[in-house]
């Protein structure tokens, strides 16, 4: 949350020619209202539900640049489809250059808590071996240009493994 997926995968399609598709957008459209108001109308299990479907469907349409949602990788189900059918680039940065991004988006039902910024570092401390488990590489965004950022990933996509 925060990182940056959907600015730098938007970028880093034009710079490939590829098709963006963000997952927050993609379960949007399919569900007919905002992230906010599914979690309050069905709740978290249904929002995970629904973006499993998105990256089945997704993961089937490469070549994409795919911004999945920061839970993602929750759900070991997801985390075998990313392995199986996807390069992922895991985006990170520091809790408190997270946080200065994102305090003021009211967008984020998961930080709608007592202690957002406490909320945050949780997420990211429960789910940084998830991301580690299925990303290819990992890429930190923190005090680094956008341009900086895509020209790291596009180095490491093109390099043999």
């Not at 489809?81 to 967008?107: G, N, P, Y």
């Not at 401390?125 to 991301?131: D, G, K, V």
Request: proline fraction near 2%; hydrophobic fraction near 40%; charged fraction near 25%.
């Amino acid at each position: 949350m925060g990182t940056g997926k959907t600015t730098i995968g938007r970028l880093l399609s034009i710079r490939n020619g590829f098709q963006f598709i963000d997952a927050d957008d993609e379960v949007v459209a399919r569900a007919g209202y905002s992230v906010a108001e599914m979690f309050a109308r069905n709740g978290v299990a249904a929002f995970r539900a629904l973006e499993t479907t998105v990256l089945e469907d997704v993961t089937l349409r490469l070549p994409v640049v795919f911004s999945t949602g920061g839970g993602v990788v929750v759900s070991a189900a997801n985390r075998e489809l990313l392995k199986s059918r996807a390069t992922v680039v895991h985006l990170t940065a520091d809790v408190e250059e997270l946080w200065q991004r994102i305090q003021h988006d009211t967008k984020r039902p998961l930080l709608n808590t007592g202690d957002p910024l406490k909320t945050l570092s949780d997420l990211q401390h429960e789910r940084l071996a998830l991301y580690r488990e299925c990303a290819d590489f990992s890429v930190e965004t923190g005090g680094k240009s956008l341009e900086a950022i895509v020209d790291t990933i596009c180095t490491l996509l093109s390099t043999p493994r």
